[in-house]
């Protein structure tokens, strides 16, 4: 049975850190390319930073670029989000999830694919 579970979700100010982390069981997170995903209330799901299963190759989209980083750690099953920086527009549940990772000339993008976490709440707020 396959799970992505998530944690490091919570309240923090406006500027702060957190990190969030995806810990994967029944499945080999070797061979999937592993995405951030959130929600804010009223939005709809946005795709916030991948990482590829081949080459390590990244995608962060541009609302989070130079704030937040994406790592994994094959050993651990783990993937992390790293996030630095923090705003009140950075609030919403985040998600992990396999992704389709498409690499294009000068840029990436990725795509939820069959397995979802199911999600932990950052606040970012005064």
């Known amino acids: 049975q396959v799970q992505l579970v998530e944690s490091g979700g919570g309240l923090v100010q406006p500027g702060g850190s957190l990190r969030l982390s995806c810990v994967a069981s029944?499945?080999?997170?070797?061979?999937?390319?592993i995405g951030w995903f959130r929600q804010a209330p009223g939005k709809e799901r946005e795709a916030v930073s991948c990482?590829?299963?081949?080459?390590?190759?990244?995608y962060y989209a541009d609302s989070v670029k130079g704030r937040f980083t994406i790592a994994r750690d094959n050993a651990k099953k783990t993937v992390y989000l790293q996030m630095n920086s923090l705003k009140a527009e950075d609030t919403a549940v985040y998600y992990c999830?396999?992704?389709?990772?498409?690499?294009?000339?000068?840029?990436?993008?990725?795509?939820?694919?069959?397995?979802w976490g199911q999600g932990t709440q950052v606040t970012v707020s005064s």
């Open positions: 029944g499945v080999d997170v070797d061979y999937y390319g």
């Open positions: 990482v590829s299963s081949t080459d390590g190759a990244t």
């Open positions: 999830a396999t992704v389709e990772f498409h690499k294009f000339v000068g840029y990436n993008r990725c795509y939820g694919d069959a397995y």
